[in-house]
């Protein structure tokens, strides 16, 4: 069926190095994409987000890439800092629909 | 400006009761949103919501789950009989509405556990 996933459930990156977090999506029709980073008892926070018109889409420390031949996306993140330690979402928008489809999660644990 | 809000954060059932979630989405919001997060699992849509209607209810169950968001207040998701796999995390989310990529905004979520 169709569906978002993530290519690793876990990460561990030391403080102050970058961090790569992948998903891949098997929906065609899929036209936007989010992620949503998610904190120990707490709800998703948006982090950033890609029309499938982009190819690249940065922000304040983090940099989202869309693949579209390989239906693969990933978040970048630089300079890692303890408080981005949580869990990452990936989550997709298809067109004519409202609802969001989340993939099951990384963890990322980032290494003082 | 205050963000979404949910209440109760934490909520306590026994088999057969019922449970009401709340949810207030952010000033100026007229979309809510429910979903559903089991333990080390991604957030599963159960409805869409604007002011007084329902606009897509794919995700939630055919029996004892119902939601609603009427013109004053905050919208309700409520799930009667609870039954022990309803323990789970409800979450809302609330956006602007009048665009399909409207960012959708989180709330903290009600943690419901049946016993």
């Known amino acids: 069926g169709e569906s978002v996933g993530l290519h690793l459930p876990t990460l561990s990156v030391q403080e102050g190095d970058n961090s790569i977090i992948n998903c891949a999506y098997s929906n065609s029709a899929s036209d936007y994409f989010i992620w949503y980073k998610q904190e120990s008892g707490k709800g998703p926070q948006f982090i950033i987000d890609?029309?499938?018109?982009?190819d690249k889409r940065q922000g304040q420390r983090v940099t989202v890439l869309l693949n579209k031949t390989v239906k693969h996306l990933s978040l970048q993140i630089a300079a890692t800092q303890p408080g981005d330690s949580a869990v990452y979402f990936c989550?997709?928008?298809?067109?004519?629909?409202?609802?969001?489809?989340f993939g099951t999660g990384t963890r990322l644990t980032i290494i003082p | 400006n205050a963000g979404v809000m949910q209440n109760p954060r934490h909520l306590v059932r026994r088999r057969g009761q019922e449970a009401r979630l709340r949810c207030s989405p952010m000033?100026?919001?007229?979309?809510v949103y429910w979903y559903r997060q089991l333990p080390e699992e991604g957030l599963k849509f159960m409805v869409y919501l604007q002011k007084e209607n329902i606009i897509d209810e794919s995700g939630m169950p055919k029996e004892r789950f119902s939601a609603e968001f009427p013109k004053e207040g905050p919208s309700i998701l409520r799930i009667q009989q609870v039954v022990r796999g309803d323990s789970a995390a409800y979450f809302c989310?609330?956006?602007?509405?009048?665009?399909?990529?409207?960012?959708?905004?989180f709330g903290p979520g009600t943690r419901l556990t049946v016993l």
């Open positions: 890609i029309r499938s018109n982009m």
């Open positions: 000033k100026g919001h007229s979309h």
């Open positions: 989310a609330s956006s602007p509405g009048g665009a399909r990529t409207d960012t959708q905004y």
């Open positions: 989550a997709e928008n298809i067109f004519g629909n409202e609802k969001l489809t």
